[in-house]
């Protein structure tokens, strides 16, 4: 099924139209595409906004955390109403390749497939598929500029826990690539916690020095670009906050003595889930579009 | 009162000398060597009153509207004032005929104005005599919010600044006696405008005062620290031994928020209509807080020192893009 109505929407082979639901003025749409950076079909959300049908409009990437899909966001974060009000496409990937047949790849919730760290692996057997960091960084924007009423130039990132660390190492990897970056219960400092240390031990190798380049945290302490705005909310009774997965703190400090603009949220009573997202969906929202939208 | 006496040999005479806002009787009495008639039919003149000087600290502007404040410049009452406003263009030069408002029974009034444009008020004194001469004009831009610090409102231990913009917290120890008469909160009021719309001012700051600033109803417990009761709304700086922290306080409740560069120089946007308070980083255009209140009345811009410092309100500034909806 191919999008035949939206006037910018070219006739590309590369992408099916899985489903598509009409949602506050606009289109909550899911599409498939074989990936050239995964190698393997890969789907993702697009949501548009009213304003679609007639301009560009800046898009809003999202990262989802440990085991989502595309599916996670689109129907529990209640973002779509704030979008279409603001007049931003929001693009939500898969959070790991999948099908790859690789062995061990379904064994951990926390490793491999919907646990793909957002980077690009170096060791096997994941070298060959587990690149999400290049796919969400050139693959896929390519993929929504050509096929899509985005406009190249204006483009922003979040994400939640996994996909929240993934937000900021590419914002901090790419200086001046997004217009504003934020983050949900983000893991801040991969390399010092159980999860990141799993993964990154499996995806790159025992070599610990090849961690920095995705950890938020270390490449905050070293960050040289436009000056950032960053948004943090964390739930206070989040579990992972408690058992020492997501390090805020580590952030905090290196930002502080970076002067890198942080407002970091400690939000009594929430706890990790989406019912967390959804709480402060809006104000993330507001605080893209207030960058998007300049 | 006070009796004069002139001789004159005319059937006319120029009474020069008079004293402003004051009631006269005047009567002639014809002489000769036989001696004075009775005096003619007592006539009364009612002189005008002394021109009023306008209070430029006590006058407040914002966007809409202006409230402007004078000195009677007489001793004794008059019967009204009349307010005389002209627009100025972008040159200094009027533009536009002036408009007039009359039997301002008081020494302030409110003026309804238009958004962005400069004007010229002049303030007359009125009796039945007739107005006096024109007060010295008082320029008023109705770009952004202007108010001063109200010195009636500060502590003992603030000093205000000529301009009323500053506020200094000195070291120095307050008598004893004084010190148990005192407030607690060493705080001042701004005297903004009672209008209702949007207001935005900046406040400067330093690394080292420990502050308060936000807004308070007028009546708002001054034994309390501003924040600490509904009634009170204010961004609070506190410096810890090892790190800056700020709170956004309200009925002594704060949201636990990081703030990882220190704003010295602070963005508050007040918006009566959609029931917000804002707080940003104006160096950065970064937002910190807003608060969602529903105010019950008008509320004063509110600078509190918890230690020796000083701080400066910047005003008159039209609200930066990134702090409107």
Same mark, same amino acid.
């Given at each position: 099924m191919l999008c035949l109505s939206c006037p910018f929407a070219k006739l590309s082979m590369a992408l099916t139209q899985v489903s598509s639901n009409k949602c506050a003025g606009g289109y909550q749409k899911v599409y498939e595409h074989e990936s050239v950076e995964l190698q393997c079909k890969m789907k993702f959300a697009v949501y548009l906004p009213p304003k679609a049908e007639t301009d560009k409009c800046p898009v809003f990437y999202w990262l989802s955390g440990l085991?989502?899909?595309?599916q996670n966001f689109i129907t529990k974060a209640g973002a779509q109403q704030a979008a279409a009000d603001n007049g931003i496409i929001i693009v939500a990937p898969d959070t790991s390749p999948r099908g790859?047949?690789?062995? /061990?790849? +379904?064994? !951990?919730?926390?490793?491999?497939t919907g646990a793909g760290f957002y980077v690009d692996a170096?060791?096997?057997?994941?070298?060959?598929?587990?690149?999400m960091y290049s796919y969400v960084t050139e693959e896929l924007p390519k993929l929504i500029n050509s096929n899509f009423?985005?406009?190249?130039?204006r483009m922003s990132i979040s994400g939640h826990s996994m996909g929240g660390h993934g937000a900021l190492v590419c914002t901090l990897r790419n200086p001046?690539?997004?217009?504003t970056v934020s983050a949900f219960?983000?893991?801040?400092n991969p390399i010092g916690c159980p999860w990141g240390q799993k993964a990154f031990a499996g995806?790159? /190798?025992? +070599?610990? !020095?090849?961690w920095e380049a995705y950890d938020a945290t270390v490449l905050a302490a070293s960050y040289d670009g436009p000056k950032l705005d960053i948004l943090i909310d964390q739930g206070g009774d989040d579990q992972f906050l408690s058992s020492s997965q997501l390090l805020p703190d580590h952030l905090i400090a290196a930002c502080s003595a970076k002067k890198i603009p942080v407002v970091f949220r400690r939000q009594p009573g929430?706890?990790?889930?989406y019912f967390f997202i959804y709480s402060f969906m809006s104000d993330h929202i507001k605080h893209h579009a207030k960058y998007l939208n300049a | 009162m006070l009796v004069c006496k002139v001789k004159v040999k005319e059937t006319h005479c120029r009474v020069t000398d008079l004293l402003p806002n004051a009631q006269y009787e005047l009567w002639v009495m014809a002489t000769n060597t036989t001696g004075i008639s009775p005096a003619s039919e007592k006539a009364l003149y009612m002189t005008v009153p002394s021109p009023p000087a306008i209070k430029e600290r006590g006058c407040s502007s914002c966007p809409e509207a202006a409230l402007i404040r004078w000195d009677s410049g007489n001793n004794n009452p008059v019967d009204s004032y009349t307010v005389e406003i002209t627009e100025m263009d972008t040159h200094g030069a009027q533009c536009g005929a002036a408009e007039a408002i009359v039997a301002?029974?008081?020494c302030q009034c409110l003026i309804q104005l238009q958004q962005d444009r400069r004007y010229m008020v002049t303030v007359r004194a009125v009796n039945i005599g007739g107005p006096s001469e024109k007060s010295h004009p008082l320029g008023v831009s109705t770009t952004g919010t202007l108010f001063h610090l109200l010195e009636d409102t500060a502590h003992p231990c603030l000093s205000i600044s000529e301009d009323g913009f500053t506020m200094f917290y000195g070291d120095e120890e307050l008598p004893l006696k004084l010190t148990s008469m005192c407030y607690r909160c060493v705080a001042v009021l701004g005297d903004l405008l009672p209008v209702r719309g949007q207001h935005y001012w900046e406040v400067a700051v330093d690394d080292y005062t420990e502050f308060r600033v936000g807004v308070a109803y007028?009546?708002?417990?001054?034994?309390?620290?501003?924040?600490?009761?509904?009634t009170s709304w204010c961004m609070r700086h506190i410096l810890t031994p090892t790190r800056h922290k700020y709170e956004f306080l309200h009925d002594g409740w704060s949201p636990d928020l990081r703030i990882t560069v220190n704003p010295m120089r602070i963005g508050v946007a007040l918006d009566y209509d959609g029931g917000t308070l804002s707080f940003y980083n104006v160096e950065l255009e970064q937002h910190l807080y807003t608060f969602h209140c529903c105010f019950q009345s008008y509320v004063h811009p509110c600078f509190a020192l918890d230690n020796p410092g000083g701080l400066t309100v910047h005003n008159g500034v039209e609200a930066p893009g990134y702090t409107r909806n």
């Open positions: 085991t989502c899909t595309e790859c047949g690789i062995e /061990g790849e +379904d064994e !951990s919730w926390d490793f491999g170096t060791e096997e057997p994941w070298k060959n598929n587990y690149r009423a985005a406009d190249p130039d001046g690539r997004y217009k219960a983000p893991i801040c995806y790159l /190798g025992a +070599d610990k !020095s090849t929430y706890d990790h889930s | 301002v029974p008081s007028e009546d708002t417990n001054r034994n309390a620290y501003l924040g600490a009761t509904n």
